[in-house]
């Protein structure tokens, strides 16, 4: 069976070629057969973001030489607006290498650059982009932003919230906003409430970033918008404060309604003592109420995975969300499968598995993973 395509196999030479005939229909002095050539030959080695880079690059070097003059000529190119709430990689991949542009080296022209990433973003995003110009030009590139937040184009105010995560995945991160994120918050409280779910999401994806650096502020700030909040925004409310659910941080837990839990765990059982690497650790318990009313219970598993140095660091991983009336049992297992993956390097020896509830540890048992 053929392995599915990668996402950056799409950037290729088929791609260098697509950008070279946009190109010359608009500037019929591009030496488009040499741009292709150029970029061909340095692809195969490369993952996405340096692929990316190589074709902005070359961009820069087939294009006038004035950057201004550049852009003219690629924002001739970028096409009709993307029709989606999402469907950047559907309808407008092939702009990548023209943000990364921008963003590469368009630093000494903001005005012309701020112009172009409101046009590319319509159709592909500027989230990458405009990163360099708020670590250069914060005061001026917030200033454009507080405009933009009102745009009629829900890409657009996406990009206000996305843009500025000062954790955004596959991007540089925003140093200034992760020591201090308030520069942001008055953008996305003018977005909490966007009509746009694909706007909310960028949203509640921002603040579980700043949980992650200032959880007091962004406890604060969602409790707020938690009071007499919509479905919409308690969905937002819900969402950025996941990681410090996970954490069992009391504030959060509570902000959702989860309180301390009136439980105790009973007949927890390891099934497998002994875990061989590529296998799996099944494990059950019951989970016992001991209060006189219903309770709202996040029930979660903490992995206490062995390091190299041989001490251990928990991962929590989601088990069940339930309400427990006074007095019931609830019978609970899980199958957790311990196979290769990219994000971690496993190590045999004696790990822990336990049960969170409301974020309170309430007991677990030991076993053996086998390498």
């Known amino acids: 069976m053929e392995e599915p395509k990668q996402l950056k196999d799409h950037f290729d030479k088929k791609l260098a070629l697509r950008l070279a005939t946009l190109i010359e229909d608009v500037y019929p002095q591009f030496d488009g057969s040499g741009f292709v050539k150029q970029v061909a030959k340095q692809l195969k080695p490369l993952e996405l973001k340096d692929r990316v880079a190589v074709m902005a690059q070359e961009l820069r070097n087939f294009l006038p030489e004035d ?14 607006e993307n029709p989606d709430e999402g469907g950047m990689f559907v309808h407008g991949f092939q702009l990548m290498p023209v943000e990364h542009f921008v963003g590469a080296y368009g630093l000494d022209d903001f005005d012309a650059s701020m112009k172009a990433l409101y046009e590319i973003t319509k159709r592909f995003t500027a989230e990458f982009a405009i990163r360099p110009f708020l670590i250069r030009y914060e005061k001026e590139t917030l200033k454009v932003l507080s405009h933009w937040v009102t745009d009629d184009n829900e890409h657009v105010r996406r990009l206000v919230s996305e843009g500025t995560r000062p954790r955004l995945p596959w991007a540089m991160r925003l140093p200034s906003f992760v020591s201090n994120p308030k520069p942001t918050l008055k953008l996305l409280e003018k977005l909490k409430d966007d009509p746009s779910e694909y706007v909310r999401r960028s949203v509640a994806n921002h603040l579980n970033d700043i949980t992650k650096d200032n959880p007091d502020l962004a406890v604060a700030i969602l409790a707020q918008w938690a009071k007499g909040a919509n479905k919409e925004r308690m969905w937002i409310v819900r969402h950025a404060l996941r990681s410090l659910v996970k954490q069992g941080h009391t504030q959060a837990l509570s902000i959702l309604g989860f309180e301390p839990p009136k439980v105790k765990v009973v007949n927890f059982e390891v099934k497998t003592p002994v875990v061989k690497f590529g296998g799996a650790l099944l494990f059950q318990f019951e989970l016992v109420s001991e209060a006189k009313t219903q309770q709202d219970l996040v029930i979660d598993y903490v992995i206490h995975f062995v390091k190299a140095n041989g001490s251990t660091s928990p991962k929590v991983f989601k ?53």
């Open 67 to 80: 950057y201004c003059d550049a852009l003219h000529i690629l924002t001739q190119i970028l096409g009709p």
């Open 319 to 371: 088990l069940n969300t339930r309400s427990l009336d006074a007095g019931d049992v609830l019978v609970l297992d899980r199958k957790h499968a311990i196979r290769p993956i990219t994000t971690r390097t496993y190590y045999g020896g004696t790990h822990r598995v336990d049960v969170q509830v409301n974020g309170q540890v309430l007991g677990g048992g030991d076993f053996e993973l086998e390498m």
